[in-house]
Structures are given as C-alpha cells and as structure tokens.
C-alpha cells in the first residue's frame, strides 16, 4: 500500500455537503360550484279510510262438560310388608390361610459421600469495554 493511500485511510473525511431540498410550489386550490338545489316533492295526502265496522266473529257452542265415572271402590289387596332384618347370609367355608413370607434380612446401605454444593456467584462481572477503530466510526462533529 501506498503512502497517498495510507494517508487517505488514516485522515477523517469530510461529510459531504447536504444537498438542498428543491421547494414544491403550492397546488391551486379548487373551488366547486355550489350545487342546485332541488324543489321539494309536494307532500303526498292519502284519503281518509273508509270506517267499516269488524264483521262480528261467530261464537262457537258451548259443549257440555265431560265427566268421567266414579271408579268402584274395591280394596286392593295389600302387600306383605318385608321384614326390617335380613336373613343371616349362609356361612362360607373357612378362609384358606395363605404362607406367611419369612422376613428377609435388612440391608444397610453405606453412607453417601458427602460432596459439597457449587456455590453460585450473586455479583455479575463487569463486560470489558470494546475497542473503537477510528475509520468504522463516524467522524467526529467539530
């Protein structure tokens, strides 16, 4: 690399000069004509309805009540009634008795080691700073 181009790469370039922005003239403003106004409708008068009098519904005949006989009044014979106490349930043949299973012997287990917990730590190390490289940050503003 050259020496133009290392100086090139090591001295701050200028910004560019800020382009002007082109003014936009205003929009002639429109102005709509004002509309014609409609005549109103003349109002709609319906004749007077001619009173009728309701035609009378026919009333229907009154039917006489139906009755229903009166039911003979026979006894029923009653139930017996069920006895409060149940019978006695027929006795089953003894229960088989089953092996007893003999006790096995207990077993001890050695102790555990004790192996101690891994503390963890309650303070967060600072983050190191990162390193600014000159020619991929903006120049400064004087």
């Given at each position: 690399m050259t020496s133009a181009a290392r100086h090139l790469l090591d001295t701050a370039a200028a910004p560019p000069p800020a382009?002007?922005?082109p003014t936009i003239p205003p929009l002639p403003k429109f102005i709509l004509p004002p509309l014609p106004s409609l005549p109103s409708p003349?109002?709609?008068?319906?004749?007077?309805?001619?009173?009728?009098?309701?035609?009378s519904l026919p009333t229907q005949p009154s039917?006489?009540?139906p009755t229903l006989p009166t039911l003979p009044?026979?006894?029923?014979?009653?139930?017996?009634?069920?006895?409060n106490t149940l019978p006695p349930l027929p006795s089953i043949l003894p229960k088989p008795t089953f092996?007893?299973?003999?006790?096995?012997p207990k077993v001890t287990l050695p102790p555990l080691p004790t192996t101690p917990l891994p503390t963890i730590p309650t303070t967060i190390p600072s983050l190191p700073t990162i390193?600014?490289?000159?020619f991929l940050s903006p120049p400064s503003s004087n």
């Open positions: 382009l002007a922005l003349p109002k709609a008068t319906l004749p007077p309805l001619p009173n009728m009098p309701l035609p039917l006489p009540k009044s026979t006894g029923i014979p009653s139930q017996p009634k069920p006895p092996p007893t299973m003999s006790t096995a390193p600014t490289f000159p």
